[in-house]
């Protein structure tokens, strides 16, 4: 069993910055793909990024691609999201998911992850 604790939402305002921490317990972190996904009031959960197990990355081009960035560092057992340049549309509920065994083809659907976070609100003020 796989436990997750995310932690470093909160509000900021446009254009700044945030560090969101996920903290895996129950396994080592070089065995599992991690995910970050988030949702907003009203939408569905979309995928944000992933890290695989030798820490080769995926983003959701066309909401985040070049404004945040995920890393691992499995001394700490411990997957972070980097975000900047925040926008108000970033304004979301952020979760961390991992998967022991989840390909590249199915990192972004949020149904394959089988372990997640309770999440990290994220305000983005305008």
């Known amino acids: 069993q796989v436990q997750l604790v995310e932690s470093g939402g909160g509000l900021v305002q446009t254009g700044g910055s945030l560090r969101l921490s996920c903290a895996a317990s129950?396994?080592?972190?070089?065995?599992?793909?991690m995910g970050w996904f988030r949702q907003a009031p009203g939408k569905e959960r979309e995928f944000v990024a992933a890290?695989?197990?030798?820490?080769?990355?995926?983003y959701d081009a066309d909401s985040v691609k070049g404004r945040f960035t995920i890393s691992r560092d499995n001394a700490k057992n411990t997957v972070y999201l980097q975000m900047s340049n925040l926008k108000p549309e970033d304004t979301a509920v952020y979760y961390c998911?991992?998967?022991?065994?989840?390909?590249?083809?199915?990192?972004?659907?949020?149904?394959?992850?089988?372990?997640w976070g309770q999440g990290t609100q994220v305000t983005v003020s305008s």
């Open positions: 129950g396994r080592t972190l070089n065995s599992l793909v």
């Open positions: 890290i695989s197990r030798t820490g080769g990355t995926l």
């Open positions: 998911a991992a998967d022991p065994m989840l390909t590249v083809l199915l990192w972004r659907s949020a149904n394959e992850y089988d372990y």
